[in-house]
């Protein structure tokens, strides 16, 4: 298995423990665990949003033994472009709470992205999984109890 593998394996497990969590939210979406994953699907960093979603997938699958159901919900995942633009990416989070009513969001690729997307995920009150962005202040200085990080900082 490779590092990167591991490492998706890892976001894949974390995203069961939290959906544990959000089986409650799930009662609005009527029996949906529903996920945003914001990523750079287009864009220079288009290559780790590609291995991300590829693993998220792939690991949701392995920890839910192929039937993408959590204690009878079934996971919905939400794709969604963010273009590696912070203001996109923002914009993105807050409809896929709003909107979408999704109960947990996972991404995005870049740093400055993550950065603007702090704020969106404490407004909300609903987890924020970072990754792969890397930048230390995503759970140094500008970290709220809604975010969480499964990759390395860049220091």
Not at 65 to 80: A, D, F, L, N, R
Request: positive net charge; proline residues 4%; contains cysteine.
């Amino acid at each position: 298995m490779t590092h990167t593998t591991r490492r998706l394996a890892v976001i894949a497990l974390a995203c069961s423990a939290l959906l544990g969590t959000t089986l409650a939210s799930a009662q609005a979406n009527k029996g949906e665990i529903r996920i945003a994953h914001i990523h750079s699907k287009t864009g220079p960093l288009e290559a780790y949003a590609k291995q991300t979603q590829a693993g998220l997938m792939m690991g949701l699958s392995y920890a839910t033994q192929g039937t993408m159901m959590v204690g009878g919900k079934k996971i919905v995942v939400i794709e969604k472009d963010d273009q590696g633009k912070p203001d996109v990416g923002k914009s993105l989070l807050a409809a896929a709470y709003a909107d979408d009513k999704v109960d947990l969001a996972i991404g995005p690729t870049a740093s400055p992205v993550a950065l603007a997307m702090l704020p969106v995920a404490e407004e909300y009150k609903k987890i924020l999984l970072v990754e792969p962005a890397v930048a230390d202040s995503i759970t140094g200085d500008k970290w709220n109890k809604y975010i969480f990080r499964t990759g390395r900082n860049s220091s």
